[in-house]
Nanobody, 124 residues
Framework: QVQLVESGGGLVQGGGSLRLSCAAS????????TGWFRQAPGKEREFVAT????????YYTNSVKGRFTISRDNAKKTVYLQMNSLKPEDTAVYYC?????????????????WGQGTQVTVSS
């Protein structure tokens, strides 16, 4: 069993920064990729970023490239999402998730365990 707990969300003005954390419990955390997704009211959950277990490869959705950075510390079983130059359209509940394998890493189908989410609100 794997449990994921997100933290670090909050209210920030446009142009500001936040760092989200995803803390995991369970022995298999280090062997899997971990992703961040977000869901705005009335919209489907969408992919934001993912990082392989070795941290050798990262993927980002186009809208956050150059502004967000995903990283991980396997010793702490924690994945981070540094978000800079935030925009009102980044407002959403942000979720972290553990990948099932090495495929479909940019879709929700590629992940099996999910956290409860953390709210990020960016004011204009």
């Amino acid at each position: 069993q794997v449990q994921l707990v997100e933290s670090g969300g909050g209210l920030v003005q446009g142009g500001g920064s936040l760092r989200l954390s995803c803390a995991a419990s369970g022995r298999t955390f280090r062997s899997y990729a971990t992703g961040w997704f977000r869901q705005a009211p009335g919209k489907e959950r969408e992919f934001v970023a993912t990082i392989t277990w070795s941290a050798g490869t990262t993927y980002y959705t186009n809208s956050v490239k150059g502004r967000f950075t995903i990283s991980r510390d396997n010793a702490k079983k924690t994945v981070y999402l540094q978000m800079n130059s935030l925009k009102p359209e980044d407002t959403a509940v942000y979720y972290c998730a553990r990948a099932v394998g090495t495929y479909q890493l940019t879709t929700t189908q590629g992940y099996d365990y999910w956290g409860q989410g953390t709210q990020v609100t960016v004011s204009s």
